[in-house]
Protein backbone atom coordinates (compact mmCIF):
# COMPACT_ATOMS: atom_id res chain seq x y z
CA UNK A 1 0.00 0.00 0.00
CA UNK A 2 1.20 3.43 -1.01
CA UNK A 3 -0.68 5.49 1.43
CA UNK A 4 1.50 7.86 3.87
CA UNK A 5 4.95 6.17 1.89
CA UNK A 6 7.32 8.00 3.40
CA UNK A 7 10.96 8.21 1.67
CA UNK A 8 12.96 9.29 4.89
CA UNK A 9 11.43 7.16 7.24
CA UNK A 10 12.42 4.42 5.30
CA UNK A 11 15.85 5.48 4.87
CA UNK A 12 16.08 5.41 8.63
CA UNK A 13 15.53 1.50 8.15
CA UNK A 14 18.45 0.73 6.06
CA UNK A 15 20.62 -0.02 8.96
CA UNK A 16 19.46 -4.06 9.83
CA UNK A 17 20.30 -6.26 7.76
CA UNK A 18 18.07 -8.05 4.93
CA UNK A 19 17.62 -11.21 3.49
CA UNK A 20 17.07 -9.82 -0.08
CA UNK A 21 18.32 -6.85 -1.37
CA UNK A 22 16.84 -5.96 -4.94
CA UNK A 23 18.48 -3.90 -7.38
CA UNK A 24 16.58 -2.17 -9.97
CA UNK A 25 12.76 -0.88 -9.72
CA UNK A 26 11.35 -2.05 -13.23
CA UNK A 27 8.94 -4.83 -13.53
CA UNK A 28 11.39 -7.79 -12.76
CA UNK A 29 12.85 -6.08 -9.66
CA UNK A 30 9.17 -4.99 -8.56
CA UNK A 31 8.19 -9.17 -9.28
CA UNK A 32 10.95 -10.28 -6.63
CA UNK A 33 10.15 -7.68 -4.10
CA UNK A 34 6.84 -8.95 -4.31
CA UNK A 35 7.40 -12.53 -3.52
CA UNK A 36 10.29 -12.66 -1.21
CA UNK A 37 8.18 -10.26 0.60
CA UNK A 38 5.17 -12.23 0.90
CA UNK A 39 7.23 -15.41 1.33
CA UNK A 40 8.23 -13.48 5.26
CA UNK A 41 11.39 -12.56 3.74
CA UNK A 42 12.87 -8.85 4.73
CA UNK A 43 13.74 -7.03 1.44
CA UNK A 44 14.30 -3.68 0.07
CA UNK A 45 14.39 -2.38 -3.41
CA UNK A 46 17.06 -0.01 -4.62
CA UNK A 47 15.99 2.09 -7.77
CA UNK A 48 18.60 4.35 -8.99
CA UNK A 49 16.35 6.78 -10.86
CA UNK A 50 12.60 6.14 -10.85
CA UNK A 51 10.26 3.22 -10.72
CA UNK A 52 9.84 2.10 -13.96
CA UNK A 53 11.70 4.55 -15.33
CA UNK A 54 13.55 1.79 -17.33
CA UNK A 55 12.01 -0.46 -20.56
CA UNK A 56 8.85 -1.02 -17.95
CA UNK A 57 7.31 2.09 -18.80
CA UNK A 58 7.66 1.60 -22.31
CA UNK A 59 6.91 -1.64 -23.50
CA UNK A 60 3.93 -2.54 -25.69
CA UNK A 61 2.01 -2.78 -22.81
CA UNK A 62 0.56 -6.32 -23.74
CA UNK A 63 0.23 -9.22 -21.46
CA UNK A 64 0.23 -11.49 -23.49
CA UNK A 65 1.07 -15.07 -24.78
CA UNK A 66 3.25 -14.21 -27.29
CA UNK A 67 2.42 -15.72 -30.75
CA UNK A 68 5.82 -15.01 -32.31
CA UNK A 69 7.37 -17.05 -29.71
CA UNK A 70 4.90 -19.93 -30.84
CA UNK A 71 6.09 -19.55 -34.32
CA UNK A 72 9.79 -20.09 -33.15
CA UNK A 73 8.81 -22.81 -31.83
CA UNK A 74 9.23 -22.24 -28.02
CA UNK A 75 6.37 -23.90 -26.72
CA UNK A 76 6.89 -23.89 -22.46
CA UNK A 77 7.16 -19.84 -23.22
CA UNK A 78 3.90 -19.43 -24.47
CA UNK A 79 2.36 -21.73 -22.77
CA UNK A 80 4.02 -20.06 -19.89
CA UNK A 81 2.70 -16.67 -20.81
CA UNK A 82 -0.45 -17.61 -21.46
CA UNK A 83 -1.15 -19.53 -18.02
CA UNK A 84 -0.08 -16.25 -16.56
CA UNK A 85 -1.98 -13.99 -18.42
CA UNK A 86 -5.04 -16.00 -17.37
CA UNK A 87 -4.02 -15.70 -13.82
CA UNK A 88 -3.31 -11.76 -13.83
CA UNK A 89 -6.30 -11.24 -15.78
CA UNK A 90 -8.67 -12.82 -12.69
CA UNK A 91 -6.90 -11.17 -10.05
CA UNK A 92 -6.62 -7.85 -10.89
CA UNK A 93 -9.47 -7.58 -13.68
CA UNK A 94 -9.00 -3.80 -13.60
CA UNK A 95 -5.69 -3.31 -14.16
CA UNK A 96 -5.06 -6.22 -16.87
CA UNK A 97 -7.90 -5.99 -19.10
CA UNK A 98 -8.95 -8.23 -22.34
CA UNK A 99 -7.74 -7.11 -25.17
CA UNK A 100 -9.41 -7.97 -28.87
CA UNK A 101 -7.03 -8.28 -31.91
CA UNK A 102 -7.76 -8.58 -35.76
CA UNK A 103 -5.83 -9.69 -37.99
CA UNK A 104 -6.71 -8.15 -41.71
CA UNK A 105 -5.69 -11.16 -44.37
CA UNK A 106 -5.08 -9.43 -47.63
CA UNK A 107 -4.80 -11.89 -50.95
CA UNK A 108 -0.65 -11.20 -51.06
CA UNK A 109 -0.56 -13.17 -47.43
CA UNK A 110 -3.69 -15.91 -48.70
CA UNK A 111 -1.32 -18.69 -48.73
CA UNK A 112 -0.68 -17.82 -44.92
CA UNK A 113 -4.01 -17.78 -43.80
CA UNK A 114 -4.31 -21.65 -43.22
CA UNK A 115 -0.99 -21.53 -41.06
CA UNK A 116 -2.19 -18.50 -39.21
CA UNK A 117 -5.33 -19.97 -38.11
CA UNK A 118 -3.30 -23.08 -37.43
CA UNK A 119 -1.62 -21.20 -35.15
CA UNK A 120 -4.33 -19.23 -33.21
CA UNK A 121 -5.47 -22.62 -32.29
CA UNK A 122 -2.81 -23.88 -30.86
CA UNK A 123 -2.46 -20.59 -28.96
CA UNK A 124 -6.03 -20.92 -27.70
CA UNK A 125 -5.24 -24.91 -27.07
CA UNK A 126 -2.73 -23.59 -24.62
CA UNK A 127 -4.72 -21.05 -22.66
CA UNK A 128 -7.63 -23.72 -22.35
CA UNK A 129 -9.90 -21.06 -24.62
CA UNK A 130 -11.67 -20.73 -27.73
CA UNK A 131 -11.24 -17.16 -28.51
CA UNK A 132 -10.30 -17.48 -32.08
CA UNK A 133 -12.45 -16.56 -34.98
CA UNK A 134 -12.64 -15.29 -38.29
CA UNK A 135 -14.95 -12.91 -40.02
CA UNK A 136 -15.47 -11.79 -43.52
CA UNK A 137 -13.82 -8.79 -45.13
CA UNK A 138 -17.30 -7.03 -45.04
CA UNK A 139 -18.05 -7.58 -41.18
CA UNK A 140 -14.39 -6.57 -40.62
CA UNK A 141 -14.74 -3.12 -42.73
CA UNK A 142 -17.80 -2.99 -40.25
CA UNK A 143 -16.39 -3.31 -37.47
CA UNK A 144 -13.08 -0.63 -39.05
CA UNK A 145 -14.21 1.24 -41.47
CA UNK A 146 -10.68 2.99 -42.26
CA UNK A 147 -9.10 -0.42 -43.20
CA UNK A 148 -7.71 -0.86 -46.75
CA UNK A 149 -10.77 -2.24 -48.65
CA UNK A 150 -9.03 -3.75 -51.83
CA UNK A 151 -7.80 -7.42 -51.26
CA UNK A 152 -8.87 -7.67 -48.09
CA UNK A 153 -10.33 -11.23 -47.84
CA UNK A 154 -11.46 -11.76 -44.39
CA UNK A 155 -10.36 -11.07 -40.58
CA UNK A 156 -8.72 -13.65 -37.88
CA UNK A 157 -9.50 -12.21 -34.59
CA UNK A 158 -8.31 -13.54 -31.24
CA UNK A 159 -7.90 -12.12 -27.64
CA UNK A 160 -4.84 -11.09 -25.40
CA UNK A 161 -4.50 -8.70 -22.64
CA UNK A 162 -3.60 -5.63 -22.20
CA UNK A 163 -1.83 -3.39 -18.80
CA UNK A 164 -0.45 0.03 -17.85
CA UNK A 165 3.37 -0.93 -17.60
CA UNK A 166 4.20 1.69 -15.37
CA UNK A 167 1.09 1.12 -12.75
CA UNK A 168 1.99 -2.36 -12.74
CA UNK A 169 5.00 -1.56 -11.31
CA UNK A 170 3.72 0.46 -8.82
CA UNK A 171 0.69 -2.15 -8.12
CA UNK A 172 3.41 -4.78 -7.51
CA UNK A 173 5.49 -2.94 -4.75
CA UNK A 174 2.32 -1.22 -3.59
CA UNK A 175 1.76 -5.03 -2.72
CA UNK A 176 5.07 -5.62 -1.29
CA UNK A 177 4.82 -2.31 0.84
CA UNK A 178 2.01 -3.83 2.23
CA UNK A 179 4.21 -7.00 3.24
CA UNK A 180 7.38 -5.06 4.82
CA UNK A 181 9.42 -4.77 2.08
CA UNK A 182 11.38 -1.24 1.60
CA UNK A 183 11.05 -0.12 -2.10
CA UNK A 184 13.24 3.28 -2.63
CA UNK A 185 13.95 5.52 -5.57
CA UNK A 186 16.82 7.69 -6.68
CA UNK A 187 19.24 5.59 -4.77
CA UNK A 188 21.82 3.82 -6.91
CA UNK A 189 24.32 0.89 -6.27
CA UNK A 190 27.62 1.79 -6.89
CA UNK A 191 29.19 -1.12 -5.51
CA UNK A 192 28.66 -4.02 -3.69
CA UNK A 193 30.71 -5.12 -0.47
CA UNK A 194 32.62 -8.25 -0.54
CA UNK A 195 33.48 -10.36 2.73
CA UNK A 196 35.86 -13.23 2.34
CA UNK A 197 34.23 -14.84 -0.88
CA UNK A 198 30.68 -13.46 -1.48
CA UNK A 199 29.26 -10.26 -1.53
CA UNK A 200 27.53 -8.73 1.44
CA UNK A 201 25.87 -5.91 0.93
CA UNK A 202 25.85 -2.84 -1.78
CA UNK A 203 27.31 0.58 -1.46
CA UNK A 204 24.55 2.58 -2.51
CA UNK A 205 23.71 6.82 -3.25
CA UNK A 206 21.27 8.30 -1.91
CA UNK A 207 20.92 10.87 -5.01
CA UNK A 208 17.83 12.71 -2.93
CA UNK A 209 20.02 13.54 -0.02
CA UNK A 210 23.59 13.31 -1.77
CA UNK A 211 24.62 10.48 0.78
CA UNK A 212 26.46 7.11 0.75
CA UNK A 213 24.90 3.84 2.12
CA UNK A 214 26.14 0.55 3.20
CA UNK A 215 22.98 -1.59 2.93
CA UNK A 216 23.63 -5.39 4.28
CA UNK A 217 21.84 -8.03 2.63
CA UNK A 218 22.14 -12.66 2.83
CA UNK A 219 21.82 -11.94 -0.92
CA UNK A 220 21.42 -9.82 -3.52
CA UNK A 221 19.21 -9.80 -6.43
CA UNK A 222 20.73 -7.74 -9.48
CA UNK A 223 17.45 -7.01 -11.69
CA UNK A 224 18.24 -4.23 -13.71
CA UNK A 225 17.31 -5.16 -16.95
CA UNK A 226 19.60 -3.92 -19.35
CA UNK A 227 21.92 -2.64 -17.13
CA UNK A 228 22.16 -6.05 -15.79
CA UNK A 229 25.82 -6.23 -17.40
CA UNK A 230 27.33 -3.03 -15.88
CA UNK A 231 25.50 -4.10 -12.07
CA UNK A 232 27.54 -7.46 -12.47
CA UNK A 233 30.76 -6.16 -13.47
CA UNK A 234 30.91 -4.57 -9.66
CA UNK A 235 30.72 -8.12 -8.23
CA UNK A 236 33.15 -9.23 -10.79
CA UNK A 237 31.03 -11.27 -13.04
CA UNK A 238 29.54 -10.39 -16.65
CA UNK A 239 26.65 -10.92 -18.70
CA UNK A 240 26.54 -10.40 -22.28
CA UNK A 241 23.49 -8.58 -23.50
CA UNK A 242 22.26 -6.93 -26.91
CA UNK A 243 20.44 -3.81 -26.39
CA UNK A 244 17.68 -3.90 -28.64
CA UNK A 245 15.30 -0.32 -28.98
CA UNK A 246 11.50 -0.64 -29.62
CA UNK A 247 9.39 2.75 -30.22
CA UNK A 248 6.08 3.52 -30.68
CA UNK A 249 3.80 6.86 -31.39
CA UNK A 250 0.68 8.10 -29.98
CA UNK A 251 -1.68 9.48 -31.93
CA UNK A 252 -5.40 10.98 -31.30
CA UNK A 253 -8.00 8.10 -31.56
CA UNK A 254 -9.47 10.73 -34.64
CA UNK A 255 -6.58 10.50 -36.36
CA UNK A 256 -6.89 6.62 -36.52
CA UNK A 257 -9.73 4.95 -34.56
CA UNK A 258 -9.68 1.27 -34.18
CA UNK A 259 -11.97 -0.27 -31.50
CA UNK A 260 -9.74 -2.93 -30.94
CA UNK A 261 -5.88 -4.30 -31.70
CA UNK A 262 -5.19 -4.49 -35.32
CA UNK A 263 -2.22 -6.39 -36.28
CA UNK A 264 -0.79 -7.03 -39.45
CA UNK A 265 2.62 -7.07 -41.38
CA UNK A 266 5.04 -5.05 -42.26
CA UNK A 267 5.62 -5.00 -45.94
CA UNK A 268 9.14 -4.10 -45.85
CA UNK A 269 10.69 -6.66 -43.48
CA UNK A 270 7.22 -9.10 -42.81
CA UNK A 271 7.41 -8.09 -39.36
CA UNK A 272 4.34 -7.98 -37.34
CA UNK A 273 3.27 -4.48 -36.33
CA UNK A 274 0.41 -3.27 -34.63
CA UNK A 275 -2.23 -0.37 -33.93
CA UNK A 276 -4.48 -0.57 -30.21
CA UNK A 277 -6.48 2.01 -28.41
CA UNK A 278 -5.28 2.82 -24.69
CA UNK A 279 -6.46 5.44 -22.21
CA UNK A 280 -8.05 7.37 -24.84
CA UNK A 281 -5.57 7.48 -27.61
CA UNK A 282 -4.11 5.03 -30.39
CA UNK A 283 -0.36 3.62 -30.05
CA UNK A 284 1.37 2.40 -32.74
CA UNK A 285 4.25 0.06 -32.39
CA UNK A 286 7.13 -0.97 -32.45
CA UNK A 287 9.72 -1.45 -33.92
CA UNK A 288 13.26 -3.50 -33.26
CA UNK A 289 17.03 -2.52 -33.48
CA UNK A 290 20.33 -2.68 -31.85
CA UNK A 291 20.50 0.10 -29.61
CA UNK A 292 24.10 1.54 -29.79
CA UNK A 293 23.78 4.48 -27.26
CA UNK A 294 24.46 5.78 -24.34
CA UNK A 295 22.26 3.37 -21.75
CA UNK A 296 22.60 6.35 -19.21
CA UNK A 297 20.22 8.51 -21.33
CA UNK A 298 16.67 7.84 -22.25
CA UNK A 299 16.38 6.66 -25.59
CA UNK A 300 14.34 8.72 -28.36
CA UNK A 301 12.16 6.85 -31.41
CA UNK A 302 14.69 7.93 -34.76
CA UNK A 303 13.14 9.23 -37.91
CA UNK A 304 13.63 6.33 -39.61
CA UNK A 305 11.58 4.13 -37.07
CA UNK A 306 9.13 7.02 -37.44
CA UNK A 307 8.39 6.11 -41.56
CA UNK A 308 9.01 3.12 -41.00
CA UNK A 309 6.04 2.62 -38.55
CA UNK A 310 4.24 5.41 -40.89
CA UNK A 311 5.00 3.52 -43.72
CA UNK A 312 3.33 0.39 -42.16
CA UNK A 313 0.10 1.98 -41.37
CA UNK A 314 -0.30 3.60 -44.52
CA UNK A 315 -0.69 0.33 -46.19
CA UNK A 316 -3.66 -0.75 -43.85
CA UNK A 317 -5.00 2.60 -42.86
CA UNK A 318 -4.63 4.71 -46.07
CA UNK A 319 -7.40 7.18 -45.11
CA UNK A 320 -4.74 7.99 -41.68
CA UNK A 321 -3.52 11.17 -41.10
CA UNK A 322 -0.04 10.18 -39.61
CA UNK A 323 2.34 12.80 -39.72
CA UNK A 324 5.06 14.29 -37.99
CA UNK A 325 2.58 17.18 -37.20
CA UNK A 326 0.04 15.10 -35.30
CA UNK A 327 1.78 12.58 -33.50
CA UNK A 328 0.98 13.56 -29.82
CA UNK A 329 4.20 11.48 -28.55
CA UNK A 330 6.73 9.11 -29.19
CA UNK A 331 8.43 6.42 -26.73
CA UNK A 332 11.07 4.17 -26.86
CA UNK A 333 12.32 0.81 -24.59
CA UNK A 334 15.35 -1.27 -24.79
CA UNK A 335 14.98 -5.15 -24.46
CA UNK A 336 17.12 -6.33 -22.18
CA UNK A 337 18.28 -9.36 -24.68
CA UNK A 338 20.84 -12.07 -24.06
CA UNK A 339 23.40 -12.22 -26.82
CA UNK A 340 23.52 -14.99 -29.23
CA UNK A 341 24.70 -13.15 -32.16
CA UNK A 342 21.54 -13.63 -34.61
CA UNK A 343 21.97 -11.38 -37.83
CA UNK A 344 18.25 -10.55 -37.27
CA UNK A 345 17.59 -8.80 -33.59
CA UNK A 346 14.25 -10.16 -33.72
CA UNK A 347 15.34 -13.77 -33.74
CA UNK A 348 17.05 -13.36 -30.52
CA UNK A 349 15.78 -15.53 -28.00
CA UNK A 350 13.43 -13.55 -25.38
CA UNK A 351 13.77 -15.94 -22.93
CA UNK A 352 15.10 -14.18 -19.43
CA UNK A 353 18.53 -15.71 -17.45
CA UNK A 354 19.64 -16.12 -14.65
CA UNK A 355 23.56 -16.20 -12.90
CA UNK A 356 24.69 -16.55 -9.59
CA UNK A 357 27.90 -14.79 -9.16
CA UNK A 358 28.94 -14.98 -5.59
CA UNK A 359 26.20 -13.89 -3.57
CA UNK A 360 24.43 -12.05 -6.67
CA UNK A 361 22.05 -13.40 -8.15
CA UNK A 362 21.27 -11.57 -11.78
CA UNK A 363 18.37 -11.85 -13.28
CA UNK A 364 17.54 -10.66 -16.94
CA UNK A 365 15.69 -10.31 -19.92
CA UNK A 366 12.17 -12.30 -20.49
CA UNK A 367 9.22 -10.05 -20.69
CA UNK A 368 6.61 -8.29 -18.34
CA UNK A 369 3.98 -10.81 -18.84
CA UNK A 370 5.77 -12.92 -17.07
CA UNK A 371 7.17 -11.42 -14.19
CA UNK A 372 5.88 -13.28 -11.15
CA UNK A 373 7.85 -16.73 -12.33
CA UNK A 374 11.26 -15.03 -13.37
CA UNK A 375 10.73 -13.44 -9.78
CA UNK A 376 10.49 -16.71 -8.60
CA UNK A 377 12.96 -18.30 -10.91
CA UNK A 378 15.50 -15.69 -8.83
CA UNK A 379 14.56 -16.64 -5.83
CA UNK A 380 14.85 -20.66 -6.52
CA UNK A 381 18.49 -19.50 -7.47
CA UNK A 382 19.31 -17.75 -4.46
CA UNK A 383 17.50 -19.69 -1.84
CA UNK A 384 20.81 -21.47 -0.82
CA UNK A 385 21.84 -17.84 0.34
CA UNK A 386 19.08 -17.72 2.71
CA UNK A 387 19.14 -21.69 4.03
CA UNK A 388 15.89 -22.62 2.00
CA UNK A 389 12.48 -21.37 0.78
CA UNK A 390 9.78 -23.22 2.04
CA UNK A 391 7.41 -20.51 0.58
CA UNK A 392 8.41 -21.63 -3.26
CA UNK A 393 5.99 -24.64 -2.58
CA UNK A 394 2.87 -22.40 -2.19
CA UNK A 395 1.85 -20.41 -5.05
CA UNK A 396 -0.10 -17.51 -3.49
CA UNK A 397 -1.83 -14.92 -5.55
CA UNK A 398 0.28 -11.88 -6.62
CA UNK A 399 -2.40 -9.03 -6.47
CA UNK A 400 -4.85 -9.04 -3.07
CA UNK A 401 -7.60 -6.31 -4.51
CA UNK A 402 -10.25 -5.62 -1.58
CA UNK A 403 -13.99 -5.79 -2.77
CA UNK A 404 -15.03 -2.56 -3.36
CA UNK A 405 -18.43 -1.14 -3.46
CA UNK A 406 -19.29 1.94 -5.39
CA UNK A 407 -20.11 4.72 -3.31
CA UNK A 408 -23.95 5.65 -3.72
CA UNK A 409 -23.42 9.92 -3.83
CA UNK A 410 -20.89 9.84 -6.69
CA UNK A 411 -20.51 11.62 -9.95
CA UNK A 412 -18.53 8.68 -11.33
CA UNK A 413 -19.32 6.02 -13.22
CA UNK A 414 -18.46 2.54 -12.63
CA UNK A 415 -16.36 2.22 -15.51
CA UNK A 416 -14.13 5.34 -13.77
CA UNK A 417 -14.07 3.19 -10.55
CA UNK A 418 -12.75 0.15 -12.24
CA UNK A 419 -10.17 2.51 -13.71
CA UNK A 420 -9.05 3.86 -10.51
CA UNK A 421 -9.14 0.41 -8.74
CA UNK A 422 -6.21 -0.45 -12.18
CA UNK A 423 -4.65 2.31 -10.78
CA UNK A 424 -4.50 2.49 -6.98
CA UNK A 425 -5.68 -1.27 -5.98
CA UNK A 426 -5.59 -1.48 -2.24
CA UNK A 427 -5.01 1.66 -2.14
CA UNK A 428 -8.64 3.04 -3.90
CA UNK A 429 -10.41 3.55 -0.56
CA UNK A 430 -8.02 5.60 0.76
CA UNK A 431 -7.76 7.52 -2.95
CA UNK A 432 -11.42 8.51 -2.12
CA UNK A 433 -11.27 9.61 1.32
CA UNK A 434 -8.52 11.55 0.90
CA UNK A 435 -9.69 13.29 -2.69
CA UNK A 436 -10.87 16.84 -2.64
CA UNK A 437 -14.64 16.61 -4.14
CA UNK A 438 -13.92 19.19 -6.30
CA UNK A 439 -10.95 17.40 -7.61
CA UNK A 440 -12.86 14.41 -8.54
CA UNK A 441 -13.09 16.18 -12.43
CA UNK A 442 -11.49 14.74 -15.45
CA UNK A 443 -8.04 16.69 -16.62
CA UNK A 444 -9.62 18.12 -19.85
CA UNK A 445 -9.71 15.67 -22.81
CA UNK A 446 -8.38 12.59 -20.52
CA UNK A 447 -9.82 9.96 -18.31
CA UNK A 448 -7.34 11.22 -15.55
CA UNK A 449 -8.99 12.69 -12.37
CA UNK A 450 -7.10 16.30 -11.11
CA UNK A 451 -7.28 14.29 -7.60
CA UNK A 452 -5.26 11.39 -9.00
CA UNK A 453 -2.15 14.59 -9.29
CA UNK A 454 -2.36 15.29 -5.57
CA UNK A 455 -2.77 11.47 -4.92
CA UNK A 456 0.67 10.44 -6.39
CA UNK A 457 2.56 14.05 -4.89
CA UNK A 458 1.37 12.74 -1.48
CA UNK A 459 1.89 8.99 -1.65
CA UNK A 460 3.62 7.56 -4.55
CA UNK A 461 7.06 8.53 -3.65
CA UNK A 462 7.18 11.49 -6.60
CA UNK A 463 10.75 13.41 -6.47
CA UNK A 464 10.43 15.09 -10.08
CA UNK A 465 7.76 16.72 -12.55
CA UNK A 466 9.01 13.39 -15.00
CA UNK A 467 7.84 10.91 -12.29
CA UNK A 468 4.40 12.26 -12.43
CA UNK A 469 3.41 13.12 -15.80
CA UNK A 470 5.26 9.98 -17.50
CA UNK A 471 4.79 7.36 -14.99
CA UNK A 472 2.69 7.77 -12.26
CA UNK A 473 -0.12 9.60 -14.87
CA UNK A 474 0.84 9.16 -18.55
CA UNK A 475 -0.38 12.66 -19.00
CA UNK A 476 3.25 13.53 -20.52
CA UNK A 477 2.23 10.80 -23.57
CA UNK A 478 -1.52 11.21 -23.89
CA UNK A 479 -1.83 15.37 -24.21
CA UNK A 480 0.00 17.53 -26.82
CA UNK A 481 3.64 18.81 -26.02
CA UNK A 482 3.49 16.60 -22.81
CA UNK A 483 0.73 18.12 -20.87
CA UNK A 484 2.16 21.33 -21.13
CA UNK A 485 -1.94 22.74 -21.54
CA UNK A 486 -1.84 21.69 -17.75
CA UNK A 487 1.29 22.62 -16.38
CA UNK A 488 0.74 25.36 -14.45
CA UNK A 489 -1.98 23.75 -12.44
CA UNK A 490 -0.24 20.53 -11.78
CA UNK A 491 3.19 22.66 -11.50
CA UNK A 492 0.31 24.00 -8.31
CA UNK A 493 -0.49 21.01 -6.64
CA UNK A 494 3.43 20.20 -7.03
CA UNK A 495 4.14 23.24 -4.73
CA UNK A 496 1.22 22.77 -1.88
CA UNK A 497 2.12 18.57 -1.66
CA UNK A 498 5.98 18.49 -2.27
CA UNK A 499 6.94 22.02 -0.96
CA UNK A 500 8.55 23.82 -4.06
CA UNK A 501 9.59 27.10 -3.78
CA UNK A 502 9.29 28.92 -7.24
CA UNK A 503 12.94 28.66 -8.39
CA UNK A 504 12.83 24.45 -7.78
CA UNK A 505 9.30 24.75 -9.61
CA UNK A 506 10.96 26.95 -12.60
CA UNK A 507 13.93 24.02 -12.61
CA UNK A 508 11.23 20.92 -12.60
CA UNK A 509 9.68 22.59 -15.37
CA UNK A 510 12.30 23.51 -17.52
CA UNK A 511 14.34 20.33 -16.82
CA UNK A 512 10.75 18.26 -17.66
CA UNK A 513 10.04 19.97 -21.13
CA UNK A 514 13.69 19.88 -22.34
CA UNK A 515 13.06 15.96 -21.87
CA UNK A 516 10.32 15.88 -23.15
CA UNK A 517 11.16 17.64 -26.51
CA UNK A 518 14.44 15.39 -26.70
CA UNK A 519 13.27 12.02 -25.85
CA UNK A 520 8.98 11.91 -26.48
CA UNK A 521 8.11 14.59 -29.06
CA UNK A 522 7.60 14.19 -32.43
CA UNK A 523 10.78 16.45 -33.23
CA UNK A 524 13.27 13.64 -34.67
CA UNK A 525 16.18 16.62 -35.28
CA UNK A 526 19.15 15.60 -33.14
CA UNK A 527 17.81 12.06 -32.24
CA UNK A 528 20.11 9.14 -32.56
CA UNK A 529 19.64 7.12 -35.99
C1 LIG B 1 9.52 -1.85 -27.11
C2 LIG B 1 9.26 -2.96 -26.14
C3 LIG B 1 8.02 -3.54 -26.08
C4 LIG B 1 7.76 -4.58 -25.18
N1 LIG B 1 6.53 -5.08 -25.10
C5 LIG B 1 6.23 -6.05 -24.22
C6 LIG B 1 4.91 -6.50 -24.09
O1 LIG B 1 3.99 -6.00 -24.74
N2 LIG B 1 4.65 -7.49 -23.20
C7 LIG B 1 5.64 -8.05 -22.46
O2 LIG B 1 5.33 -8.98 -21.70
N3 LIG B 1 6.92 -7.61 -22.52
C8 LIG B 1 7.24 -6.61 -23.38
N4 LIG B 1 8.50 -6.11 -23.46
C9 LIG B 1 9.53 -6.65 -22.58
C10 LIG B 1 9.47 -5.99 -21.19
O3 LIG B 1 9.09 -4.64 -21.29
C11 LIG B 1 10.83 -6.08 -20.51
O4 LIG B 1 11.26 -7.40 -20.52
C12 LIG B 1 10.75 -5.61 -19.06
O5 LIG B 1 10.15 -4.34 -18.95
C13 LIG B 1 12.15 -5.56 -18.45
O6 LIG B 1 11.99 -5.19 -17.12
P1 LIG B 1 13.20 -5.12 -16.11
O7 LIG B 1 12.65 -4.83 -14.79
O8 LIG B 1 14.03 -6.35 -16.25
O9 LIG B 1 14.09 -3.91 -16.65
P2 LIG B 1 13.80 -2.34 -16.49
O10 LIG B 1 12.37 -2.03 -16.55
O11 LIG B 1 14.67 -1.65 -17.48
O12 LIG B 1 14.28 -2.02 -15.03
C14 LIG B 1 15.63 -1.99 -14.65
C15 LIG B 1 15.82 -0.85 -13.66
O13 LIG B 1 17.12 -0.95 -13.07
C16 LIG B 1 17.52 0.36 -12.74
N5 LIG B 1 18.97 0.40 -12.51
C17 LIG B 1 19.96 0.32 -13.43
N6 LIG B 1 21.16 0.40 -12.83
C18 LIG B 1 20.93 0.53 -11.50
C19 LIG B 1 21.77 0.67 -10.35
N7 LIG B 1 23.10 0.71 -10.46
N8 LIG B 1 21.19 0.79 -9.14
C20 LIG B 1 19.84 0.77 -9.00
N9 LIG B 1 19.00 0.63 -10.07
C21 LIG B 1 19.53 0.52 -11.29
C22 LIG B 1 17.07 1.18 -13.97
O14 LIG B 1 16.98 2.57 -13.67
C23 LIG B 1 15.73 0.53 -14.30
O15 LIG B 1 14.63 1.24 -13.77
C24 LIG B 1 8.80 -5.07 -24.34
C25 LIG B 1 10.05 -4.47 -24.40
C26 LIG B 1 10.28 -3.41 -25.26
C27 LIG B 1 11.61 -2.73 -25.29
Known sequence: MWKGYNRENYLQELDREFDVIVIGGGITGAGVLREASGMGLKTCLLEKRDFAWGTSSWSSKMVHGGLRYLKQGDI????????????LLKEAPELIRPLDFLIPVYQEHASQRYLMQTGLFLYDLLALQWKHKTCSASNLLHKIPNLES??????????????DDSRLVMALLGQALGD??????????????????????????????NRYLDIRGRVIINATGVWADQVCQKAGGNIPLRPLRGSHFVVSSESLQVPCAVTFFHPEDKRPIFAFPWNGVTVVGTTDLDHAHDLNSPPGMSRREFEYLQEGIKQIFPKAEISEKNIISTFSGIRPVVKTNMRNPSKE?????????????????????????????????AQKYLGGLPGLKENPAV??????????????????????????????????????????????????????????????????????????????????????????????????????????????????????????????ENRQA
Not at 512 to 520: G, S, T, V
Open 76 to 87: KLTLESVWERKR
Open 349 to 381: PRKHVIQDYQGMVTVTGGKLTTFRLIARDALKT
Open 150 to 163: RGLLQGISFQDALT
Open 180 to 209: GAIPLNYCSVEDVIHEKDRIAGVMALDRAN
Open 399 to 524: FKIPEFQVPPDTKLSGRDFDRLLGRYCTDTPSFLDQANPEELEFIENTNTLWAEIRWCLRNEAVNHLEDLLLRRTRLGLLLPRGGSSVLDPVLDICRQELGWDPEMTEREKEAYLKLWEDFYSPDF
